[in-house]
């Protein structure tokens, strides 16, 4: 999974992100693929992508974006 979620992000593919009942919920649209968040954690944790928020958090709070992708900003 890990790599699926890697070659979208790296073809500069978005990942979307939402919390529902506290918890983080991450997804590819069209086509539609959930997201462990274990899978982004992991992702994140490696250092092997710079995941990047898009700056789009409903509260401006860190980690919290609804969009992410690969660069300085997606």
């Not at 490696?46 to 990047?52: H, P, T, V």
């Not at 789009?56 to 974006?65: A, T, V, W």
Request: aromatic share 10%.
């Amino acid at each position: 999974m890990t790599d699926a979620v890697l070659t979208r992000l790296r073809a500069g593919e978005r990942l979307h992100q939402q919390i529902v009942d506290g918890r983080r919920q991450w997804w590819f649209d069209e086509p539609f693929q959930d997201v462990p968040d274990a899978v982004v954690v992991a992702i994140r944790a490696s250092g092997e992508f710079a995941l990047k928020e898009a700056g789009d958090s409903l509260f401006g709070l860190p980690d919290n974006s609804q969009t992410w992708g690969g660069g300085s900003r997606v």
